[in-house]
Nanobody, 121 residues
Framework: QVQLVESGGGLVQPGGSLRLSCAAS????????MGWYRQAPGNPRELVAQ???????NYADSVKGRFTISRDNAKNTVYLQMSSLKPEDTAVYYC???????????????WGQGTQVTVSS
């Protein structure tokens, strides 16, 4: 059993900053990748940023230069530092992880419950 718990969402003015955190816990053998997705009303869920076990990262074009994903392997935690926020960044942000557990050799995808980010004046 693996759980992901997000924190750090909230209301921020355009141009402001927020940092999201996601901690994975449970029977974890290996975390192959962790990332952040977001979903706004009427839009599909989209990948925002991802970091894989080797340290390489991927970003959506819309957030490049403004968002930074990082990790703390000792804490099984991934962060998303969001700067220069825009109203179009408003969405529910979901933590995602591809994990091999001790109970199964097969990779499984896990999701957090989501945290609301609202960018508004």
């Amino acid at each position: 059993q693996v759980q992901l718990v997000e924190s750090g969402g909230g209301l921020v003015q355009p141009g402001g900053s927020l940092r999201l955190s996601c901690a994975a816990s449970g029977s974890i053998r290996r975390i192959n990748a962790m990332g952040w997705y977001r979903q706004a009303p009427g839009n599909p869920r989209e990948l925002v940023a991802q970091i894989i076990s080797g340290g390489s990262t991927n970003y959506a074009d819309s957030v490049k230069g403004r968002f930074t994903i990082s990790r703390d392997n000792a804490k099984n935690t991934v962060y998303l530092q969001m700067s220069s926020l825009k109203p179009e960044d408003t969405a529910v942000y979901y933590c995602n992880a591809d994990i091999n557990s001790w109970r199964s050799p097969n990779q499984r995808t896990y999701w957090g419950q989501g945290t609301q980010v609202t960018v508004s004046s």
